[in-house]
């Protein structure tokens, strides 16, 4: 199944069923799934002088270095780019950044603002990263996943216009609990609803649906409650409150804006959720901080060669090439990415080599836009949050920080997967920005005369990664996952592409801990 037509299947799932049975769904196809942290890893004392080297500074290259070197393994982390976290990535004002192609974008963000093309959510049940945040004293603040008062948007419907994303959720559950009511009404449940159940549910979809005493979702007090007022209540004279009128059954369900409704609960997304205080980069700088000078910045792995003693890497400098250099230890611990991985020369066995080569990664885009002041707040009251449209840029984030600030503001843009995102990176980066700011118009007409600057981050152009995530499909899960993840002599793999959380944070230490854990029990072996 692709991802597009997943994602799609999990929002269905979602919206009629319930975030129970999302979950599951995405359990079962490899989506998803609770973290199985249960504290610190303790790792006995190795042998004197056991030495791993490891590939890739990010989150599951850097969590297996702290570990590996507390316990007294002598580490070294080769590092393709010149910092610290790897897709744990935030862009600030002065930073540049070159693409695959050879684009360049240079980051004009006025202080306080940026944008993180990776990773951006921290979900409370994600134990293992926030384990390592608290240990590193990286400051947290909530990250608002559902906002009521954001749009949902359908070119197609509505004459166009973006819609509340409580009016849709409103009408949505209004009109369903209306038509579950009437069949429980006409005894179509008997056969598996006794009749003290139905009266009680009787009552929960009235409660639930904000029905009238005629078990109707019809204009009333009680349903503006939920979607809002036509005339909301005031105060002294002329403060009776109006009610609003609720969009016919058949426009909710035609318009397919109830899709949108899945997101706040999908597990991953119910609340609460954190990000770091000024950018989840912050994570990725904390951790190359405790590890200093453990960490070789700008090298490009070339070649990994291993053999009964040891593990040697063949590495150049990133940024100029030059000459070739090496670095070894007793055991090797690779992060790279697979699209770059399966590019690299490696003597591992052809299982593992088979599972390197079949796992690409996902296309995805995301866009920052910097506006001269945050129109949404001040215009349309939406604080956080997320817009969802039918439209190529998918989703318009807004940010969670500095409310009601008088300053500047940076929107997340544009975010999407597959085929949009395959298409914007045939783009210039200038294309992907002009193209996100045509399309947010629609919603937000207040985008062209209020921008200012913004950066386009098209993953299949990431020149260290090739794309965001790595995608696996339930075939290939079941043929390939443990070769991926087994120890092939003295190299094992990590990162999320490693574990059952694809895409996520949690899924790279996971694996990493994993990892370190089934090494340090083979180097122990007599």
């Not at 066995?349 to 995805?364: F, H, S, T």
């Amino acid at each position: 199944m692709s991802d597009p037509s997943r994602r799609s299947l999990l929002n269905m799932i979602g919206v009629v069923a319930g975030s129970a049975a999302m979950y599951h769904a995405m359990t079962e196809l490899g989506y998803a799934g609770e973290s199985n942290f249960t504290g610190p890893i303790k790792l006995s004392p190795p042998p004197p002088g056991s030495s791993v080297l490891i590939l890739g500074a990010g989150v599951a290259g850097m969590v297996a270095a702290m570990e590996l070197r507390d316990a007294g393994y002598q580490v070294r982390v080769l590092e393709y780019n010149g910092r610290p976290g790897g897709r744990n990535w935030s862009l600030y004002g002065g930073d540049s950044y070159t693409e695959l192609g050879g684009a360049t974008q240079h980051v004009q963000f006025d202080p306080g603002q940026y944008i993180n093309p990776g990773p951006w959510r921290l979900p409370y049940h994600h134990h293992a990263i926030l384990h390592y945040v608290r240990r590193l004293n990286v400051a947290l603040e909530p990250f608002t996943q559902v906002n009521f008062n954001a749009y949902v948007h359908s070119t197609n419907h509505y004459g166009g216009k973006p819609q509340r994303y409580r009016q849709v959720q409103a009408d949505f559950h209004g009109h369903v609990a209306e038509l579950l009511a009437k069949c429980t009404k006409q005894s179509a449940l008997d056969q598996t609803v006794s009749k003290e159940d139905r009266e009680i549910l009787m009552l929960a979809l009235r409660d639930w649906g904000a029905l009238n005493e005629n078990y109707e979702y019809k204009k009333s007090f009680v349903g503006s409650m939920r979607r809002g007022f036509e005339v909301d209540p005031g105060g002294g004279i002329n403060s009776v409150p109006v009610p609003s009128e609720p969009s016919a059954l058949s426009d909710v369900i035609q318009s397919r804006l109830w899709s949108a409704i899945a997101s706040g609960h999908n597990y991953e997304m119910q609340s609460a959720i954190f990000q770091p205080k000024g950018g989840m980069g912050m994570i990725g700088k904390a951790m190359g901080k405790d590890l200093g000078p453990l960490i070789e910045y700008n090298c490009k792995v070339i070649d990994i060669r291993q053999d009964e003693k040891g593990v040697t890497a063949t590495y150049v400098d990133s940024r100029k090439g030059g000459e070739k250099r090496t670095a070894s230890a007793g055991w090797c611990i690779c992060t790279i990415p697979t699209p770059i991985l399966s590019q690299i020369p490696m003597n591992v066995g052809p299982a593992m080599k088979a599972a390197i080569d079949q796992l690409p990664y996902m296309a995805a885009l995301k866009v920052g836009l910097q506006f001269k002041r945050r129109f949404w707040e001040e215009d349309e009251q939406i604080y956080g949050g997320h817009t969802y449209t039918n439209l190529p840029n998918a989703q318009i984030g807004y940010p969670m920080w500095d409310y009601f600030s008088k300053g500047k503001g940076v929107l997340l843009g544009a975010y999407t997967f597959g085929r949009p995102a395959y298409i914007a990176a045939s783009k210039s980066p200038e294309d992907r920005i002009k193209d996100a700011l045509a399309h947010g118009s629609q919603i937000h007409p207040q985008y062209m005369s209020e921008f200012e600057n913004g950066v386009a981050v098209a993953w299949h152009r990431v020149p260290w990664a090739l794309g965001c995530q790595g995608t696996w499909t339930d075939q290939r899960r079941e043929e390939h996952y443990n070769n991926l993840c087994a120890l092939d002599g003295r190299i094992m793999l990590a990162n999320e592409h490693a574990s059952r959380l694809p895409g996520w944070q949690e899924g790279s230490v996971l694996s990493a801990l994993d990892a370190i854990g089934r090494l340090h029990a083979r180097v122990m072996k007599p």
